[in-house]
């Protein structure tokens, strides 16, 4: 079967560094995603990995290690408007659709 | 450029009944995706459609059902209403072969409660 396995809650301060790791089992692996849901709204894209490494958008970084099965969202600079959901999501093959992970909450405080 | 849009935004409805929601893609998409995001759970795949045919569909009972259009849109039909049927039901689209894989737009889904 495939799971995702990622932090259900993480909390840090205005202006520091956080990140939300994910590891995950799923056969016909493809890529790795990050989406962010504030409260009440839509998930929203943030980042898509198939290859091994660093990618960065800004204030956001996403890596992934496909031999580990792991990957991990960097925020930088965190600010207020940050506090929301984060699920990674991972694409397999052929197929269309996205596994999600549970979520990790992630909490700014001041 | 207009973003995926769905309708209605809430349904209220009792066990036993048939929901319809409607999703409208973003232009020039041709791939929809439907998740069911109940509290807690994370976001659920139920089907996807692409060129108007259904290509995959998640872990869900025969009772959750859908179509696309010619024109791209799609409704998913939800038979014989269950109380655990109630959450928020998020439409996706994307640009099909032609997308990075993990790449899709959500709208602001539809809040489906069953009482």
């Known amino acids: 079967g495939q799971s995702l396995e990622q932090p259900s809650e993480v909390t840090a301060v205005e202006g520091a560094i956080v990140q939300i790791n994910c590891t995950y089992q799923?056969?016909?692996?493809?890529?790795l995603s990050w989406y962010q849901q504030h409260d009440g709204g839509a998930p929203t894209f943030l980042s898509y990995?198939?290859?091994?490494g660093l990618e960065e958008t800004g204030r956001f970084s996403s890596f992934l290690s496909r031999s580990d099965s792991y990957g991990y969202l960097l925020l930088q600079e965190l600010q207020m408007k940050d506090s929301a959901s984060y699920f990674c999501?991972?694409?397999?093959?052929?197929?269309?659709?996205?596994?999600f992970g549970k979520g990790t909450k992630l909490s700014v405080k001041p | 450029e207009a973003g995926v849009t769905q309708s209605p935004t809430h349904l209220i409805k009792t066990r036993g009944q048939q929901a319809t929601l409607r999703c409208s893609p973003i232009?020039?998409?041709?791939?929809v995706y439907w998740y069911q995001q109940a509290l807690g759970l994370g976001l659920q795949f139920l089907l996807w459609?692409?060129?108007?045919?259904?290509?995959n569909r998640g872990n869900f009972p025969p009772r959750f059902s859908g179509r696309q259009f010619p024109n791209y849109s799609s409704e998913l039909n939800v038979n014989a209403l269950e109380l655990e049927d109630s959450a928020l039901y998020l439409c996706?689209?994307?640009?099909?072969?032609?997308?990075?894989?993990?790449?899709?737009?959500f709208g602001p889904g539809t809040r489906l409660t069953v009482t």
């Open positions: 990995n198939a290859l091994d």
């Open positions: 232009s020039g998409h041709t791939s």
């Open positions: 996706a689209s994307s640009l099909g072969d032609a997308s990075p894989k993990g790449e899709q737009y």
């Open positions: 799923t056969s016909g692996f493809y890529g």
């Open positions: 999501a991972v694409s397999r093959g052929s197929q269309g659709n996205l596994i």
């Open positions: 459609y692409d060129e108007g045919e259904e290509r």
